[in-house]
Protein backbone atom coordinates (compact mmCIF):
# COMPACT_ATOMS: atom_id res chain seq x y z
CA UNK A 1 0.00 0.00 0.00
CA UNK A 2 1.69 3.49 -1.16
CA UNK A 3 0.57 6.82 0.02
CA UNK A 4 2.58 9.79 -1.11
CA UNK A 5 3.15 12.25 2.29
CA UNK A 6 1.54 15.45 2.16
CA UNK A 7 -0.23 18.00 4.11
CA UNK A 8 -3.98 17.67 3.96
CA UNK A 9 -6.45 20.27 4.94
CA UNK A 10 -10.62 20.74 4.19
CA UNK A 11 -12.76 22.73 6.05
CA UNK A 12 -16.38 21.63 6.12
CA UNK A 13 -19.53 22.96 7.86
CA UNK A 14 -22.73 20.99 9.92
CA UNK A 15 -25.80 22.92 10.25
CA UNK A 16 -28.04 22.38 13.65
CA UNK A 17 -30.06 24.18 15.52
CA UNK A 18 -30.01 23.90 19.58
CA UNK A 19 -33.49 23.69 21.08
CA UNK A 20 -34.39 26.07 23.76
CA UNK A 21 -34.67 25.38 27.58
CA UNK A 22 -31.85 23.22 29.43
CA UNK A 23 -28.71 21.62 27.63
CA UNK A 24 -29.61 18.17 25.52
CA UNK A 25 -26.20 17.56 26.93
CA UNK A 26 -27.52 17.43 30.48
CA UNK A 27 -30.71 16.00 29.10
CA UNK A 28 -29.30 13.01 27.64
CA UNK A 29 -26.71 12.57 30.58
CA UNK A 30 -29.08 10.45 32.81
CA UNK A 31 -30.02 8.36 30.04
CA UNK A 32 -29.39 4.60 29.80
CA UNK A 33 -26.47 3.69 27.32
CA UNK A 34 -25.50 0.35 26.05
CA UNK A 35 -21.88 0.77 27.17
CA UNK A 36 -20.70 0.42 30.34
CA UNK A 37 -19.73 4.10 31.21
CA UNK A 38 -19.62 4.90 35.31
CA UNK A 39 -19.91 7.81 36.77
CA UNK A 40 -17.42 9.49 37.54
CA UNK A 41 -15.65 8.68 41.17
CA UNK A 42 -13.76 10.95 42.97
CA UNK A 43 -10.10 9.43 43.78
CA UNK A 44 -9.04 9.07 47.48
CA UNK A 45 -6.54 12.03 48.68
CA UNK A 46 -3.46 11.81 47.70
CA UNK A 47 -4.23 10.10 44.34
CA UNK A 48 -4.26 13.17 42.31
CA UNK A 49 -1.16 15.30 41.70
CA UNK A 50 -1.68 18.72 41.46
CA UNK A 51 -2.30 20.80 39.39
CA UNK A 52 -0.18 23.95 38.61
CA UNK A 53 -3.65 26.33 38.47
CA UNK A 54 -6.58 25.48 40.58
CA UNK A 55 -8.72 23.63 38.13
CA UNK A 56 -12.60 23.13 38.17
CA UNK A 57 -11.85 19.45 37.78
CA UNK A 58 -8.71 17.71 37.55
CA UNK A 59 -8.22 13.93 38.13
CA UNK A 60 -8.00 10.69 36.52
CA UNK A 61 -11.27 8.76 35.59
CA UNK A 62 -12.40 5.76 36.97
CA UNK A 63 -14.98 4.75 34.31
CA UNK A 64 -14.88 3.26 31.21
CA UNK A 65 -14.50 5.70 28.29
CA UNK A 66 -13.77 8.95 29.92
CA UNK A 67 -10.16 8.09 31.09
CA UNK A 68 -8.93 11.29 32.04
CA UNK A 69 -10.15 14.59 32.47
CA UNK A 70 -8.84 18.22 33.31
CA UNK A 71 -11.37 21.12 33.24
CA UNK A 72 -9.43 24.43 33.81
CA UNK A 73 -11.55 27.92 34.11
CA UNK A 74 -11.88 28.33 30.34
CA UNK A 75 -14.02 25.39 29.86
CA UNK A 76 -17.07 26.45 27.82
CA UNK A 77 -18.87 23.43 28.54
CA UNK A 78 -19.04 20.63 25.08
CA UNK A 79 -22.24 22.52 23.70
CA UNK A 80 -20.82 26.02 23.43
CA UNK A 81 -17.91 24.86 21.09
CA UNK A 82 -18.22 26.91 17.84
CA UNK A 83 -15.05 25.36 15.92
CA UNK A 84 -14.21 21.97 15.74
CA UNK A 85 -10.55 21.07 14.73
CA UNK A 86 -9.72 17.43 13.75
CA UNK A 87 -6.73 15.77 13.64
CA UNK A 88 -6.59 12.26 12.73
CA UNK A 89 -6.94 8.93 10.51
CA UNK A 90 -9.52 7.45 8.64
CA UNK A 91 -11.49 7.13 11.80
CA UNK A 92 -11.50 10.83 11.58
CA UNK A 93 -12.49 11.14 8.07
CA UNK A 94 -14.78 9.33 5.35
CA UNK A 95 -14.86 9.02 1.70
CA UNK A 96 -18.00 6.84 1.68
CA UNK A 97 -20.61 9.70 1.52
CA UNK A 98 -23.09 7.42 3.52
CA UNK A 99 -20.69 6.79 6.10
CA UNK A 100 -20.70 9.83 8.41
CA UNK A 101 -17.57 10.39 11.24
CA UNK A 102 -18.38 9.80 14.69
CA UNK A 103 -17.39 13.27 15.40
CA UNK A 104 -20.29 13.99 12.91
CA UNK A 105 -22.80 12.22 15.50
CA UNK A 106 -21.15 12.91 18.40
CA UNK A 107 -22.26 16.85 17.84
CA UNK A 108 -25.46 15.80 16.63
CA UNK A 109 -26.17 14.60 20.08
CA UNK A 110 -24.94 17.33 22.55
CA UNK A 111 -25.95 20.50 19.84
CA UNK A 112 -29.06 19.38 18.69
CA UNK A 113 -28.77 21.14 15.43
CA UNK A 114 -26.74 24.48 16.54
CA UNK A 115 -24.02 24.84 13.20
CA UNK A 116 -20.55 25.33 13.90
CA UNK A 117 -17.32 24.95 11.97
CA UNK A 118 -15.79 22.18 11.20
CA UNK A 119 -11.80 22.12 10.33
CA UNK A 120 -11.05 18.39 9.74
CA UNK A 121 -7.21 17.31 8.10
CA UNK A 122 -7.44 14.01 9.00
CA UNK A 123 -6.46 12.05 6.09
CA UNK A 124 -7.25 7.90 5.44
CA UNK A 125 -4.12 6.69 6.07
CA UNK A 126 -1.66 8.99 8.78
CA UNK A 127 0.62 8.41 11.23
CA UNK A 128 1.59 9.83 14.55
CA UNK A 129 4.92 10.62 13.92
CA UNK A 130 5.01 12.15 10.47
CA UNK A 131 1.41 13.36 9.74
CA UNK A 132 0.51 14.79 13.20
CA UNK A 133 3.62 17.32 12.60
CA UNK A 134 1.73 18.35 8.84
CA UNK A 135 -1.84 18.46 10.48
CA UNK A 136 -1.14 20.68 13.46
CA UNK A 137 1.28 22.99 11.79
CA UNK A 138 -0.95 23.71 8.63
CA UNK A 139 -3.71 24.98 11.44
CA UNK A 140 -1.39 27.13 12.71
CA UNK A 141 0.12 28.65 9.51
CA UNK A 142 -3.73 29.17 8.59
CA UNK A 143 -4.38 30.83 12.01
CA UNK A 144 -0.96 32.96 11.62
CA UNK A 145 -2.46 34.74 8.19
CA UNK A 146 -6.33 35.31 9.05
CA UNK A 147 -7.44 37.93 9.44
CA UNK A 148 -10.23 37.03 12.14
CA UNK A 149 -8.54 34.02 13.12
CA UNK A 150 -10.70 30.98 16.14
CA UNK A 151 -11.26 32.44 19.47
CA UNK A 152 -9.47 29.90 21.52
CA UNK A 153 -12.45 30.10 24.03
CA UNK A 154 -14.58 28.23 21.35
CA UNK A 155 -12.43 26.27 19.56
CA UNK A 156 -11.91 22.72 20.73
CA UNK A 157 -9.04 20.62 18.89
CA UNK A 158 -9.95 16.44 18.90
CA UNK A 159 -6.75 14.79 17.97
CA UNK A 160 -6.39 11.03 17.31
CA UNK A 161 -3.86 9.16 15.89
CA UNK A 162 -1.89 6.37 16.34
CA UNK A 163 -3.49 3.59 15.10
CA UNK A 164 -1.26 3.15 11.84
CA UNK A 165 1.94 3.55 14.32
CA UNK A 166 0.82 0.58 15.98
CA UNK A 167 0.09 -1.53 13.57
CA UNK A 168 2.11 -0.58 10.34
CA UNK A 169 5.83 0.64 9.58
CA UNK A 170 6.33 3.45 7.13
CA UNK A 171 9.03 2.30 4.19
CA UNK A 172 10.34 4.62 1.85
CA UNK A 173 10.27 3.17 -1.54
CA UNK A 174 13.37 1.47 -2.67
CA UNK A 175 13.55 3.11 -6.29
CA UNK A 176 13.15 6.52 -3.99
CA UNK A 177 16.03 5.13 -1.64
CA UNK A 178 18.49 3.91 -4.93
CA UNK A 179 17.65 7.48 -6.94
CA UNK A 180 18.89 9.28 -3.95
CA UNK A 181 21.75 7.34 -3.23
CA UNK A 182 22.81 7.51 -7.36
CA UNK A 183 22.20 11.20 -6.84
CA UNK A 184 24.96 10.93 -3.81
CA UNK A 185 27.87 9.43 -5.67
CA UNK A 186 27.12 11.70 -8.55
CA UNK A 187 27.92 14.78 -5.99
CA UNK A 188 30.98 12.62 -4.89
CA UNK A 189 32.01 12.39 -8.94
CA UNK A 190 31.62 15.94 -9.33
CA UNK A 191 33.84 16.64 -6.84
CA UNK A 192 37.03 14.09 -8.07
CA UNK A 193 36.21 15.98 -11.54
CA UNK A 194 36.78 19.21 -10.07
CA UNK A 195 39.63 18.31 -8.26
CA UNK A 196 41.16 16.93 -11.00
CA UNK A 197 40.77 20.37 -13.28
CA UNK A 198 41.32 22.84 -10.67
CA UNK A 199 44.65 23.99 -12.38
CA UNK A 200 42.63 23.67 -15.90
CA UNK A 201 41.59 26.83 -17.88
CA UNK A 202 39.34 29.41 -15.88
CA UNK A 203 36.45 28.46 -17.93
CA UNK A 204 36.78 24.47 -17.22
CA UNK A 205 36.76 25.43 -13.51
CA UNK A 206 33.67 27.74 -14.12
CA UNK A 207 31.39 25.45 -16.00
CA UNK A 208 32.69 22.53 -13.45
CA UNK A 209 31.51 24.77 -10.72
CA UNK A 210 28.40 25.36 -12.31
CA UNK A 211 27.65 21.67 -12.81
CA UNK A 212 28.35 21.00 -9.03
CA UNK A 213 26.05 23.79 -8.10
CA UNK A 214 23.25 22.27 -10.44
CA UNK A 215 24.05 18.62 -8.82
CA UNK A 216 24.03 19.63 -5.35
CA UNK A 217 20.55 21.43 -5.84
CA UNK A 218 18.83 18.56 -6.57
CA UNK A 219 19.48 16.89 -2.82
CA UNK A 220 18.16 19.91 -1.36
CA UNK A 221 15.17 20.95 0.05
CA UNK A 222 11.84 22.31 -2.08
CA UNK A 223 12.42 25.80 0.12
CA UNK A 224 16.46 25.64 -0.29
CA UNK A 225 16.16 24.75 -4.64
CA UNK A 226 13.50 27.76 -4.72
CA UNK A 227 15.69 30.44 -2.90
CA UNK A 228 18.99 28.86 -4.57
CA UNK A 229 17.66 29.69 -8.31
CA UNK A 230 19.00 32.67 -7.90
CA UNK A 231 22.58 31.44 -6.91
CA UNK A 232 22.43 29.03 -10.59
CA UNK A 233 21.95 31.82 -12.54
CA UNK A 234 24.57 33.70 -10.99
CA UNK A 235 26.89 30.77 -11.93
CA UNK A 236 25.65 30.32 -14.52
CA UNK A 237 26.19 34.33 -15.95
CA UNK A 238 29.72 34.18 -14.63
CA UNK A 239 30.64 30.92 -16.70
CA UNK A 240 29.56 32.48 -20.14
CA UNK A 241 30.86 36.27 -19.61
CA UNK A 242 34.71 36.91 -19.30
CA UNK A 243 34.30 40.25 -18.86
CA UNK A 244 32.41 43.22 -17.96
CA UNK A 245 31.47 45.48 -15.12
CA UNK A 246 30.24 42.95 -12.24
CA UNK A 247 27.89 45.63 -10.67
CA UNK A 248 26.12 46.05 -14.00
CA UNK A 249 26.33 41.96 -14.21
CA UNK A 250 24.60 41.73 -10.26
CA UNK A 251 21.75 44.31 -11.78
CA UNK A 252 21.35 42.41 -15.11
CA UNK A 253 20.88 39.16 -13.00
CA UNK A 254 18.18 40.92 -10.35
CA UNK A 255 16.38 41.81 -13.36
CA UNK A 256 16.60 39.13 -15.01
CA UNK A 257 15.77 37.11 -12.08
CA UNK A 258 12.56 39.45 -11.38
CA UNK A 259 10.98 38.90 -14.70
CA UNK A 260 11.23 34.94 -15.37
CA UNK A 261 11.98 32.33 -12.59
CA UNK A 262 13.67 29.66 -14.23
CA UNK A 263 11.35 26.39 -14.01
CA UNK A 264 13.32 24.26 -12.80
CA UNK A 265 13.10 26.21 -9.60
CA UNK A 266 9.18 26.48 -9.51
CA UNK A 267 8.98 22.86 -10.17
CA UNK A 268 6.69 20.88 -8.41
CA UNK A 269 8.05 19.60 -5.89
CA UNK A 270 9.74 16.09 -5.04
CA UNK A 271 7.44 14.84 -2.18
CA UNK A 272 8.49 11.12 -0.45
CA UNK A 273 6.75 8.12 -1.58
CA UNK A 274 6.15 5.11 1.20
CA UNK A 275 5.09 2.26 1.54
CA UNK A 276 3.33 1.01 4.63
CA UNK A 277 4.01 -2.48 5.46
CA UNK A 278 2.55 -4.42 8.58
CA UNK A 279 4.44 -3.45 11.85
CA UNK A 280 6.61 -6.76 12.57
CA UNK A 281 8.34 -7.54 15.86
CA UNK A 282 12.63 -7.25 15.88
CA UNK A 283 13.68 -10.20 14.60
CA UNK A 284 16.51 -10.20 17.52
CA UNK A 285 14.15 -10.96 20.04
CA UNK A 286 12.08 -14.45 20.69
CA UNK A 287 8.51 -14.44 19.29
CA UNK A 288 7.40 -15.20 22.41
CA UNK A 289 8.96 -12.43 24.13
CA UNK A 290 8.63 -10.05 21.16
CA UNK A 291 4.40 -10.28 21.17
CA UNK A 292 4.80 -9.41 25.49
CA UNK A 293 6.89 -6.82 25.30
CA UNK A 294 6.89 -4.55 22.73
CA UNK A 295 9.78 -1.65 21.86
CA UNK A 296 8.85 1.27 24.45
CA UNK A 297 11.44 3.20 23.30
CA UNK A 298 9.90 3.06 19.89
CA UNK A 299 6.27 3.98 21.78
CA UNK A 300 7.53 6.75 23.47
CA UNK A 301 9.54 7.71 19.98
CA UNK A 302 6.10 7.63 17.78
CA UNK A 303 3.95 9.06 20.19
CA UNK A 304 5.47 12.07 21.37
CA UNK A 305 5.02 13.97 18.30
CA UNK A 306 0.94 14.06 19.42
CA UNK A 307 2.15 16.34 22.25
CA UNK A 308 5.16 18.38 21.03
CA UNK A 309 3.02 19.26 18.23
CA UNK A 310 0.02 20.10 20.66
CA UNK A 311 2.30 22.27 22.33
CA UNK A 312 2.91 24.21 19.45
CA UNK A 313 -1.16 24.34 18.88
CA UNK A 314 -0.61 25.91 22.00
CA UNK A 315 1.82 28.18 21.47
CA UNK A 316 1.16 29.41 17.86
CA UNK A 317 -2.69 29.31 18.29
CA UNK A 318 -3.28 29.77 21.00
CA UNK A 319 -5.46 26.60 21.53
CA UNK A 320 -6.57 26.06 24.65
CA UNK A 321 -9.42 22.95 24.62
CA UNK A 322 -8.29 19.38 23.44
CA UNK A 323 -9.20 16.05 23.35
CA UNK A 324 -7.08 12.73 22.85
CA UNK A 325 -8.93 9.26 21.66
CA UNK A 326 -6.86 6.54 22.15
CA UNK A 327 -6.17 3.61 20.14
CA UNK A 328 -9.02 1.35 18.60
CA UNK A 329 -8.67 -2.53 18.72
CA UNK A 330 -6.86 -2.63 15.15
CA UNK A 331 -5.66 -6.16 16.37
CA UNK A 332 -8.90 -7.30 15.41
CA UNK A 333 -9.36 -6.25 12.28
CA UNK A 334 -9.74 -8.89 9.64
CA UNK A 335 -6.51 -7.87 7.80
CA UNK A 336 -4.26 -8.02 10.85
CA UNK A 337 -5.74 -11.39 11.80
CA UNK A 338 -5.52 -12.87 8.49
CA UNK A 339 -1.72 -12.29 8.09
CA UNK A 340 -0.95 -13.56 11.68
CA UNK A 341 0.55 -10.24 13.56
CA UNK A 342 -2.84 -9.86 15.76
CA UNK A 343 -0.81 -11.06 19.12
CA UNK A 344 2.06 -8.09 18.47
CA UNK A 345 -0.34 -5.47 17.46
CA UNK A 346 -2.17 -6.03 20.37
CA UNK A 347 0.55 -5.82 22.58
CA UNK A 348 1.43 -2.77 20.69
CA UNK A 349 -1.87 -1.03 21.47
CA UNK A 350 -1.95 -1.80 24.86
CA UNK A 351 1.45 -0.02 25.40
CA UNK A 352 0.41 2.74 23.73
CA UNK A 353 -2.58 3.71 25.04
CA UNK A 354 -0.95 3.40 28.84
CA UNK A 355 1.86 5.45 27.79
CA UNK A 356 -0.78 7.87 26.06
CA UNK A 357 -2.51 8.55 29.52
CA UNK A 358 0.66 8.99 31.06
CA UNK A 359 2.06 11.87 28.64
CA UNK A 360 -0.97 13.17 28.49
CA UNK A 361 -0.82 13.94 32.63
CA UNK A 362 2.40 15.30 31.83
CA UNK A 363 0.88 17.68 29.28
CA UNK A 364 -1.63 18.69 31.65
CA UNK A 365 1.07 20.15 34.57
CA UNK A 366 3.32 21.44 31.85
CA UNK A 367 0.18 23.38 30.95
CA UNK A 368 -1.65 25.28 33.75
CA UNK A 369 -4.71 26.81 31.67
CA UNK A 370 -5.45 23.66 28.97
CA UNK A 371 -8.63 21.65 29.75
CA UNK A 372 -7.66 18.14 28.24
CA UNK A 373 -9.62 14.40 28.12
CA UNK A 374 -8.68 11.27 26.65
CA UNK A 375 -11.50 9.24 25.64
CA UNK A 376 -10.88 5.34 24.84
CA UNK A 377 -12.33 4.32 21.37
CA UNK A 378 -10.65 0.68 22.72
CA UNK A 379 -13.05 0.47 25.55
CA UNK A 380 -16.38 1.34 23.44
CA UNK A 381 -15.53 -1.00 20.42
CA UNK A 382 -13.76 -3.74 22.31
CA UNK A 383 -17.44 -4.08 23.90
CA UNK A 384 -18.84 -4.08 20.73
CA UNK A 385 -16.64 -6.95 18.78
CA UNK A 386 -16.94 -8.66 22.43
CA UNK A 387 -20.70 -8.42 22.75
CA UNK A 388 -21.63 -7.74 18.79
CA UNK A 389 -25.68 -9.24 19.68
CA UNK A 390 -25.95 -6.33 22.39
CA UNK A 391 -26.13 -4.12 19.31
CA UNK A 392 -28.02 -5.60 16.86
CA UNK A 393 -24.89 -7.32 15.01
CA UNK A 394 -24.27 -11.13 14.55
CA UNK A 395 -20.78 -12.30 15.70
CA UNK A 396 -19.28 -12.79 12.18
CA UNK A 397 -19.95 -9.34 11.86
CA UNK A 398 -17.38 -8.89 14.59
CA UNK A 399 -14.90 -10.75 12.47
CA UNK A 400 -15.24 -10.65 8.59
CA UNK A 401 -14.94 -7.22 6.68
CA UNK A 402 -18.97 -7.80 5.43
CA UNK A 403 -19.44 -3.54 6.01
CA UNK A 404 -21.92 -4.25 9.04
CA UNK A 405 -19.13 -3.51 11.45
CA UNK A 406 -15.65 -4.02 9.78
CA UNK A 407 -16.46 -2.01 5.90
CA UNK A 408 -13.23 -3.60 4.17
CA UNK A 409 -10.12 -5.32 4.24
CA UNK A 410 -7.78 -2.93 3.07
CA UNK A 411 -8.23 -0.58 6.06
CA UNK A 412 -9.75 -0.06 9.24
CA UNK A 413 -12.47 1.86 7.64
CA UNK A 414 -16.17 1.23 9.84
CA UNK A 415 -19.42 1.22 8.71
CA UNK A 416 -21.86 4.04 9.47
CA UNK A 417 -23.53 2.10 12.93
CA UNK A 418 -20.06 1.90 14.42
CA UNK A 419 -19.43 5.58 13.82
CA UNK A 420 -22.47 6.38 15.40
CA UNK A 421 -22.10 4.25 18.39
CA UNK A 422 -18.71 5.73 18.78
CA UNK A 423 -20.57 9.07 18.52
CA UNK A 424 -23.00 8.32 21.21
CA UNK A 425 -20.34 6.31 23.39
CA UNK A 426 -17.88 9.79 23.74
CA UNK A 427 -21.12 12.22 24.11
CA UNK A 428 -22.60 10.18 27.26
CA UNK A 429 -18.61 10.63 28.60
CA UNK A 430 -18.33 13.60 28.19
CA UNK A 431 -21.45 14.64 29.46
CA UNK A 432 -20.56 13.56 32.98
CA UNK A 433 -17.95 16.57 33.42
CA UNK A 434 -20.55 18.94 32.17
CA UNK A 435 -23.38 18.19 35.02
Known amino acids: MARAK ?45 ALSTPRHDQTEHNLVLRLSVIRDGWPGLARFKTWVHIGDCFSCSKNPDVKPWHEHLRDRVLGGEPVKVINYAERIAFAKSDMPAQSEQFCLEQSTLKNPCDPATTLCVIWLGLYDCCYEEIQD ?65 SE ?24 SVATPEVPSFTIQLRRPHENKAKTDRAEHPDVNTIAEELSPLFVYAHNMYAKANTRNFIFVDVPPGDRAPDIVEQGYSDFARQFIRCWNDRLL ?12 ASLFVLSSHEILSELLDNPNKFGFDKKDAAEANQRIWMSEADFSISDEVHRLLGEGMGHALSLVDE
Not at 189 to 213: H, L, N, R, V
Open 6 to 50: RAYDSEGGSDTSTASGASPLKKKARTLMQFPVRPSVVPPDGVVEP
Open 174 to 238: DDESEDQSNKESGDQSEDEFEDQDEEGSGDQAAEASGDKTSTDSKNRTTEDRLEDGSDRDQADEG
Open 241 to 264: ETDGNESEDHSDEESEETETIDDE
Open 358 to 369: VAAREFTNGHSD
